[in-house]
């Protein structure tokens, strides 16, 4: 089993930089393909960047692509997602999941069994 807990989530202003982090606990951490999704007030999580057990590849929303950047470091089970240009769009709350290894694609949102509780990004304009 996997916890995962999130943090480094707060108010910036739009333009403003943030790096979120996601600290799992257990052994089996670089077994995982490791995902950001977020949550707006009134809409469904949406998927924002995922990464590869390795770290070696990495896939992003169109809406942050360019932007943000997903990055992991296996040796201290954690994962990060570094947000940059921020915008007000991008507030909502912020969460890290687990997934398996999906052969020929990336794991779908369901597919993802560990989730962290979420962390809060608030952009003003």
């Known amino acids: 089993q996997v916890q995962l807990v999130e943090s480094g989530g707060g108010l910036v202003q739009a333009g403003g930089s943030l790096r979120l982090s996601c600290a799992a606990s257990?052994?089996?951490?670089?077994?995982?393909?490791m995902g950001w999704f977020r949550q707006a007030p009134g809409k469904e999580r949406d998927f924002v960047a995922v990464?590869?057990?390795?770290?070696?590849?990495?896939d992003y929303a169109d809406s942050v692509k360019g932007r943000f950047t997903i990055s992991r470091d296996n040796a201290n089970n954690t994962v990060y997602l570094q947000m940059n240009s921020l915008k007000p769009e991008d507030t909502a709350v912020y969460y890290c999941a687990a997934g398996p290894l999906r052969l020929g694609g990336w794991p779908r949102q369901y597919e993802y069994r560990y989730w962290g509780q979420g962390t809060q990004v608030t952009v003003s304009s």
């Open positions: 990464i590869n057990r390795s770290g070696g590849s990495t």
């Open positions: 257990g052994r089996t951490f670089s077994s995982y393909t």
